[in-house]
Structure formats: structure tokens, C-alpha cells
């Protein structure tokens, strides 16, 4: 295989990529009707249906806006050799692998978010805004961009640089030594997310004593549930939409649930939400999900270590030298196909493992209040009830709301 033919599959595959998502969103929109579906009646009101359609419309428009801007800027790198060039300019000040491969990468991911800005800041302070939903301030968004390059500097260099340093120091077998670390970064990553992470960004306080906590004492003591760490987390210093979610393992374990959520919903209702996360811990989602990530990186790092020594893919970027950093981001672009597959399958399990909790939190607690929940929150969040179903088979971890709530009234 030459290097054009490499370089024609990465097109076709960016073309595809993007033909493919561009069909998806145009069958999601033309699934819509004005008039409120009789199957939505009692969910959402009119008024409220209307302006879910016309959110929904503003986030596709501004989609295609996006991922056009994307694949054109993508496009143009390829056929200008733009990452050759800067291959070449970064060989100018260093030619030692790891710094080559940090420097590469960062002025990328920098670049890439640099261009990227006016469409954040037009989605947050404009459609969010125009809809209800931002609570962002300037300073917080500036604030959270600069937390964001800190983090991805320390972690993602860090890995970066291990990860070359085993490919120069292990040879052919670094693929090993990347998984083993990579599959105990996970594992940390899974345990202490909320501990580490979310604090950075969010304000993390411990559910005060009172009704709601007694009832979702009483509830963890009736199931077998041991829970030391329930939190509320302040979601409203970004947004109005509400949310709640189960992170950790073993004794690490935490309930977050957003102080938007707890506004807006009855103490019932708020126990319902819990049982459902309980669920996840008790049916080991978590621990399902960490093993198949474990599995899958496996299996990708096996595959790039086939391929990694090829000096076709970087002569497909238009380099003349060699470079681990451009056979990453060729192998990337390859692997995407593969990878959208095996995203497909975990989105599949995922929605399995939602119809799990939901019927855990029916048999255990209420379905009713957790019917409630479900319908309160897609109506308060503008969601599509309606997605076509492609879009759902491609994109969704959660069953649609209807799926949801017909599944809870079986018997």
C-alpha cells in the first residue's frame, strides 16, 4: 500500500464520517411534526413542545455549522500538508521524541480550541441563553478553559510522555506496558473522578440533614445499599438543566446529584433518581463498562503496535521523517471506523444497562415517582422525545424517554 492510498481512505473516511452524521441529524429533524404527537400529550404541554422543536433546531443548525467548519479545516490540513509542516517546524527546536510528540499534540489541541472558541462561546452565551439555560458567566467560561488546559497539560502529557517513553524503551512489546498503565489510570480515573476531578470545577457539599436524606437513608438501609458519600454539586453555576450521577467503586463509591435536580423535583421523586443510580452499583454496570474499556484499549493498542514502525503513515501526512506522534494521528484517523463500531456496542450495553436500573428502582422503590422523574426531566432539559430511531441506534446511551416509560409500566 503507497502513501496516497493511505492518504484517499483518511479522506474517504473523514467524507463518510461526516456524510453519515449530516444523514443522521436531517432524519432526526425530519422525524419531528408540529403538532404535539398524541403519545406526548401529558408530557409535554404545547407551548413547551414547540420550543423543545425550535431547540432542538437551533442545536442541528449550528451542528452542520460546526462539523462543515471541521471537516474543511481537516480537509485542508491533509492536502496542504499542514501536519508535515508542523512536524517540521517542531524538528527546528527539538528532535527528542517526547518533547517532539508534547509539542506537536499541545499546539494542536491549543490551535484546535483557539478556532473552536467563537463556536463555544456562540453555543453557550447565545443558544443556551436564548433558551434558559445558561447560568455561565464570562469569568467562569475563561476560568473553566484555563482549569481545562492545566488538566490536559499534567494528565494527557503525562500519559503521552509514558506512553512514547515505553515504545522507545520496551520496543515491540510497549503495547503491554500502555495497557497495564493505561488500564490503572482507568481504574483511578473511575474511583476518584468525583474526589479529584469534579471538585476542580464544581463545589461538591454533602446532601444536609433532613427529610430528603432520612428518606434516602431509610431507602440505601432497606436495599443493602451502603452509601457514606452523597453530594449535591452546584450544576446551576453553568446551567438550569439537571442531572444526577453514580462515579466510583467499592467504598469510593458517590451519588452527585445537581442542586438543579433537587429544585425541581419532590423528595419522592428524588429518591426514585437514587434508586436508579443504586442500580447501576448493584447490577456492577460500573464494573462491566471499566472491564470493556480495559478490553477495547487492549485491543487498540495491539493493533497500533502492528503498524506504528510503518514510515507510510507518515509519508501519508506528506513527512519525509519518521515520526511516532504523526503515526498516532494517522492510526487515529484509520482506526475511527473500528472505533465508531465498538462505540455502537457500548451504546447498545449501555441502554441495556439503563432498562437494569430503571428496573431495579421500580421493584425497589416506586416506578410511579420514577415515571415522574424521567418525564420532568426530559420537559425541564427540552429534550426530543421523538429521535428518529437511526439516530438513537448511533448516538443514544439512554433509551428515549418513551422507551422508558413503557418498559416501567409492564408488569
Not at 452546584?234 to 442542586?259: E, P, T
Not at 426514585?272 to 472491564?291: M, N, R, S
Not at 473500528?338 to 439503563?354: A, C, P
Amino acid at each position: 500500500m503507497s502513501p496516497d492510498t493511505i492518504w484517499i481512505i483518511i479522506v474517504a473516511i473523514l467524507l463518510f464520517n461526516y456524510g453519515l452524521e449530516r444523514f443522521l441529524s436531517y432524519l432526526n429533524q425530519s422525524n419531528m411534526s408540529t403538532e404535539l404527537p398524541e403519545e406526548l400529550k401529558g408530557i409535554y404541554e404545547p407551548d413547551k413542545y414547540k420550543k423543545s422543536q425550535e431547540y432542538d433546531k437551533a442545536n442541528s443548525s449550528f451542528g452542520l455549522i460546526t462539523s462543515t467548519f471541521s471537516i474543511l479545516l481537516m480537509l485542508a490540513m491533509l492536502y496542504f500538508d499542514g501536519f508535515a509542516m508542523l512536524d517540521g517546524f517542531i524538528r527546528g527546536y527539538t528532535t527528542h521524541p517526547i518533547l517532539m510528540a508534547m509539542m506537536f499534540f499541545g499546539l494542536l489541541m491549543v490551535a484546535s480550541d483557539i478556532l473552536g472558541m467563537p463556536f463555544s462561546i456562540y453555543s453557550t452565551f447565545v443558544i443556551e441563553e436564548r433558551f434558559g439555560f445558561n447560568r455561565t458567566t464570562p469569568k467562569t467560561f475563561v476560568l473553566d478553559k484555563l482549569k481545562g488546559y492545566l488538566i490536559g497539560g499534567l494528565i494527557g502529557g503525562g500519559l503521552l510522555a509514558l506512553f512514547i517513553w515505553f515504545y522507545e524503551s520496551t520496543g515491540s512489546l510497549f503495547w503491554v506496558y500502555a495497557w497495564i498503565a493505561f488500564s490503572g489510570f482507568m481504574l483511578l480515573m473511575t474511583s476518584f473522578y468525583a474526589s479529584v476531578i469534579v471538585p476542580i470545577f464544581n463545589k461538591l457539599t454533602p446532601l444536609e440533614n433532613g427529610e430528603l436524606r432520612t428518606a434516602i437513608e431509610e431507602y440505601c438501609v432497606k436495599v443493602d445499599f451502603k452509601l457514606d458519600n452523597l453530594f449535591v454539586m452546584d450544576g446551576s453555576k453553568r446551567s438550569a438543566k439537571a442531572n444526577a450521577f453514580f462515579s466510583g467503586l467499592g467504598s469510593k463509591k458517590k451519588i452527585v446529584l445537581y442542586d438543579t435536580l433537587i429544585e425541581n423535583h419532590t423528595k419522592e421523586e428524588l429518591v426514585a433518581v437514587l434508586a436508579h443510580e443504586a442500580g447501576h452499583y448493584k447490577k456492577k454496570h460500573t464494573q462491566g463498562g471499566l472491564i470493556l474499556s480495559v478490553l477495547q484499549t487492549g485491543l487498540m493498542l495491539y493493533i497500533l503496535s502492528l503498524v506504528i514502525d510503518s514510515p507510510l503513515l507518515a509519508q501519508a501526512l506528506g513527512a519525509e521523517i519518521q515520526s511516532f506522534h504523526l503515526g498516532i494521528l494517522v492510526f487515529g484517523l484509520l482506526y475511527s471506523p473500528l472505533s465508531m463500531i465498538m462505540d455502537i456496542g457500548m451504546n447498545m450495553l449501555s441502554r441495556k444497562n439503563e432498562y437494569e436500573a430503571d428496573a431495579f428502582a421500580k421493584e425497589t422503590y416506586s416506578s410511579e415517582a420514577l415515571q415522574s422523574a424521567l418525564k420532568k426531566l426530559s420537559v425541564d432539559n427540552l429534550s426530543n422525545l421523538l429521535p428518529h430511531p437511526a439516530y438513537v441506534f448511533f448516538h443514544y446511551s439512554h433509551p428515549t424517554l418513551l422507551q422508558r416509560l413503557s418498559a416501567l409500566k409492564k408488569d
